[in-house]
T-cell receptor
Framework: GQNIDQPTEMTATEGAIVQINCTYQ??????LFWYQQHAGEAPTFLSY????GLEEKGRFSSFLSRSKGYSYLLLKELQMKDSASYLC???????????FGPGTRLSVLP | DGGITQSPKYLFRKEGQNVTLSCEQN?????MYWYRQDPGQGLRLIYY???????QKGDIAEGYSVSREKKESFPLTVTSAQKNPTAFYLC?????????????FGEGSRLTVL
């Protein structure tokens, strides 16, 4: 079967660092994506990992371990505008091609 | 500007009525997708199409129908058979299965059944 797990909610303080974990079990693996979604809006692309290791993009970094079926999104220097849901998605070579996790709702407090 | 356009953004429907949500892309992408999102939940796949004149059911296709007569268009009809259609609907596209690029999303359509 296909399954992606993420924590449902997280809270952090402005200026802090937060790590959002994602574990997955899928039939095949092409890559792992992270999307940000503000309430009532469409998801926007944040990062993409296909090989093991850390990908850094400004305040955001994403890590992948394919052998462990594990990824995390690291957000540094949190800002109020980072309050959003963060979706983990795996791209597979078959069928529907993308499997989405339930999303993690992050609240950044002043 | 290249992108995906969904319309309408908000739609109200009476029970028993069919409604069609429009999705148009000018990115020249092969694959197109329709997702449903309920409050506080992730995206669930309704239908997807990898090529013109072909489409496949996703996880929650019952009560929905689609067509793919043109590469740039992938409309979704929510039929009266859909038991609980109130939701946020997202259309997305991707260059093609051979390309492992990300999904590009439209702005979404929010359907409310009165």
């Amino acid at each position: 079967g296909q399954n992606i797990d993420q924590p449902t909610e997280m809270t952090a303080t402005e200026g802090a660092i937060v790590q959002i974990n994602c574990t997955y079990q899928t039939s095949g693996f092409n890559g792992l994506f992270w999307y940000q979604q503000h309430a009532g809006e469409a998801p926007t692309f944040l990062s993409y990992n296909v090989l093991d290791g850390l990908e850094e993009k400004g305040r955001f970094s994403s890590f992948l371990s394919r052998s462990k079926g594990y990824s995390y999104l690291l957000l540094k220097e949190l800002q109020m505008k980072d309050s959003a849901s963060y979706l983990c998605a795996v791209s597979t070579p078959y069928g529907q091609n993308f499997v989405f996790g339930p999303g993690t709702r992050l609240s950044v407090l002043p | 500007d290249g992108g995906i356009t969904q319309s309408p953004k908000y739609l109200f429907r009476k029970e028993g009525q069919n409604v069609t949500l429009s999705c148009e892309q000018n990115l020249n992408h092969d694959a197109m997708y329709w997702y449903r999102q309920d409050p506080g939940q992730g995206l669930r796949l309704i239908y997807y199409s990898q090529i013109v004149n072909d489409f496949q059911k996703g996880d929650i296709a019952e009560g929905y129908s689609v067509s793919r007569e043109k590469k740039e268009s992938f409309p979704l009809t929510v039929t009266s058979a859909q038991k609980n259609p109130t939701a946020f609907y997202l259309c997305a596209s991707q260059p093609g299965l051979a390309n492992t690029g990300e999904l590009f999303f439209g702005e979404g359509s929010r359907l409310t059944v009165l």
